[in-house]
């Protein structure tokens, strides 16, 4: 139950465990297909910044809050999570 320790010690309630009416986000992995691609840079960023993406293959389903988000690696355009941000920042 790493989640769910990590979701209470950050004071976030509704996440951790797989429950009706907690938030999940799932993966369903082809372990027998899971792959990792090489590593590649991308200058996809504003001002021509760069990042450094590495790719996987096997993955199903990416659920998130209940929707297919993705599927065989591929978005479904399913915009239905958000971003959580620490209140430090």
Request: hydrophobic share 35%.
């Amino acid at each position: 139950m790493q989640t769910l320790e990590t979701s209470r010690l950050l004071g976030i309630t509704d996440r951790g465990v797989l429950k009706e009416g907690y938030k999940a986000d799932i993966n369903v992995i082809d372990f027998e297909n899971l792959t990792l691609h090489e590593p590649e840079v991308l200058h996809d960023l504003p001002a021509g910044g760069r990042r450094l993406v590495q790719r996987a293959s096997g993955y199903e389903y990416t659920i998130v809050s209940g929707q297919i988000a993705f599927k065989d690696g591929e978005s479904t355009g399913a915009l239905n999570g958000r971003l959580i941000r620490n209140q430090v920042s």
